[in-house]
């Protein structure tokens, strides 16, 4: 999934991951790289559904 948030200084700031849990406001992504990332509801500003990559083809020989 991709959520955009808005940071404190206005800008905002993607976050892509698997959603991991949403609960007291406040979601939980994981990323690819195995960090997981909290943001508040109140500064989510989109979201949307991301579908997985494609698999891989094996190399030509």
């Not at 991709?2 to 800008?11: E, F, H, K, M, T």
């Not at 976050?15 to 195995?34: F, I, M, P």
């Amino acid at each position: 999934m991709s959520l955009r948030r808005r940071v404190p200084s206005g800008a905002y700031s993607d976050v892509v991951g698997e959603l991991q849990g949403w609960a007291d406001g406040r979601l939980t992504v994981r990323r690819r790289d195995g960090s997981v990332v909290e943001v508040a509801e109140a500064d989510l500003v989109a979201g949307k559904t991301v579908p997985p990559p494609p698999p891989r083809r094996a190399p030509r020989s």
